[in-house]
């Protein structure tokens, strides 16, 4: 059984070392991929060599509710520029789900692929996504919690999914960019 595995709100290196760590000790197989906010995190560089299992990709810049939103085209390509230059891979997942054409047309310019769970909301765009349905496909599980404790949200500390005994019963990791669909006209992938 393969599983994808993806934590949000990745902010401070002492999530990883706190969360994930153990669970790579304890998994060596283990990859993640930790959507993290730039604008706390900072360069990811030193990072991606000291785990170099761990996938860093841009959830925002700042991670308010709907920062997206307020982005403009120009605004949108500069701050994602920003992150590939600060190490982020080339994968995008918006805050709360939250963003319109202006950030699409962003993503589409610099090949940048979006981490979205609903694939009605952007049929026909061209570019590329990862489905994060977390009930997964027919090849892979999809699994997904928040590394930052909050009331709103479930939390990877008391996640089920998550912890050591479930992660034992994959036999293979993969990030979202191992599965990542070139859009069409459909929306399906």
């Known amino acids: 059984m393969i599983a994808v595995v993806d934590v949000d709100d990745l902010h401070c290196e002492d999530q990883i070392v706190e969360h994930l760590l153990p669970r790579k000790e304890a998994v060596p197989g283990l990859v993640v991929t ?9 360069p990811v560089h030193d990072l991606k060599g000291k785990y170099p299992w761990i996938t860093f990709a841009q959830h925002g810049f700042e991670h308010t509710f709907c920062e997206c939103l307020e982005w403009t085209a120009d605004k949108a390509r500069a701050l994602l520029t920003r992150g590939r230059e600060l190490g982020y891979a080339p994968l995008f997942k918006p805050p ?10 962003a993503m589409s310019e610099l090949d940048i692929a979006l981490h979205h769970h609903r694939k009605a909301s952007i049929v026909g765009w061209p570019g590329r996504r990862y489905w994060g349905e977390r009930k997964g496909g027919t090849s ?19 996640h089920a999914d998550f912890s050591i005994e479930s992660l034992l019963k994959f036999s293979e990791f993969q990030t979202p960019l191992d599965h990542l669909y070139v859009g069409g006209t459909n929306g399906e992938g």
Not at 34 to 42: D, F, Q, S, T, V
Not at 96 to 105: A, T
Not at 140 to 158: K, R
């Open 140 to 158: 892979h599980t999809n699994l997904h919690t928040h590394i930052e404790q909050n009331p709103a949200t479930d939390f990877i500390a008391t």
């Open 34 to 42: 930790a959507y993290a906010i730039p604008n706390r995190l900072g």
């Open 96 to 105: 709360n789900w939250r963003f319109d054409n202006e950030l699409l047309q």
